[in-house]
C-alpha cells in the first residue's frame, strides 16, 4: 500500500507541471508576447482544483493533525517543528496570491490596461509556489516520514483516498487534462 507523502509528492508533481505552465504565460507576458486570459484563467482554475482543493486541503487536514498526534511530535527538534509551521503558514501566502491573480484576470478583462497587474500577480503566485513547493518536499515529508511510522502513513493514505471519494474518482485527472492541453498548445510535453 502507497505511503501518503508519496501520495502528495505525486500531487506535488503535477502542481509543478502546472508551475511550468504559468511559468510559460509569465514568460510570454513579460516579453510583450499576447497571452489568452481564457487560457490563464483555465490553467488557474486547474491549479486551483489541485493546489488548494486537494493537496493543501490534505496537507491540512490530514496530515499536520496527523503530526500533532504522533509520539513523536513531543521529541521533535524545535527547529523541525518551526519548519513545519513554516510550510503551513505558507499555505495562506499562495491561496492569498492565487486569489490576487483570479481578481487581476477579471480586473484585466473588464480593462485592458490592467495586463501589467496580471503580470505582477501571476509572477508573485509563481514565485510564492515555487518556494512553497520546495519547503514542502526538502522539510515537511522529510520530517513527516521520520516522525510518521509506516502504520500511520498508509493509514493517512486509506484517509486521504476517503477524502478523495467526495471529489469524485481520479479527480486530478480533470487538471492533468487542463495543463496537458495547455502545455501542448504552447509546445511543452505532456505532464
Not at 147 to 157: D, E, P, S, Y
Not at 184 to 191: D, I, L, R, V
Request: glycine share 4%; proline share 2%; charged share 25%.
Amino acid at each position: 500500500m502507497p505511503l501518503f507523502t508519496n501520495h502528495l509528492r505525486k500531487e506535488s508533481d503535477l502542481i509543478q507541471k502546472g508551475l511550468e505552465l504559468l511559468q510559460a504565460y509569465r514568460s510570454d507576458l513579460e516579453n510583450g508576447k499576447e497571452v489568452l486570459l481564457a487560457d490563464l484563467r483555465v490553467a488557474i482554475f486547474a491549479m486551483q482544483k489541485v493546489l488548494e482543493h486537494s493537496h493543501i486541503a490534505k496537507e491540512e487536514s490530514i496530515l499536520y493533525p496527523a503530526l500533532l498526534k504522533s509520539e513523536k511530535w513531543s521529541s521533535t527538534s524545535e527547529m523541525a517543528k518551526s519548519n513545519i509551521h513554516s510550510v503551513f503558514n505558507l499555505h495562506a501566502v499562495v491561496r492569498d496570491r492565487l486569489l490576487a491573480l483570479r481578481i487581476a484576470i477579471d480586473e484585466c478583462e473588464c480593462e485592458p490596461e490592467l495586463k501589467g497587474l496580471v503580470d505582477l500577480r501571476l509572477a508573485e503566485f509563481v514565485d510564492q509556489s515555487v518556494t512553497y513547493l520546495g519547503c514542502e518536499k526538502d522539510l515537511l515529508y522529510e520530517i513527516s516520514e521520520n516522525i510518521l511510522g509506516l502504520t500511520v502513513q498508509k493509514n493517512l493514505f486509506v484517509l486521504s483516498q476517503d477524502f478523495e471519494s467526495l471529489y469524485g474518482i481520479n479527480h486530478l485527472q480533470g487538471p492533468r487534462f487542463i495543463f496537458n492541453h495547455l502545455r501542448k498548445a504552447k509546445g511543452m510535453t505532456a505532464a
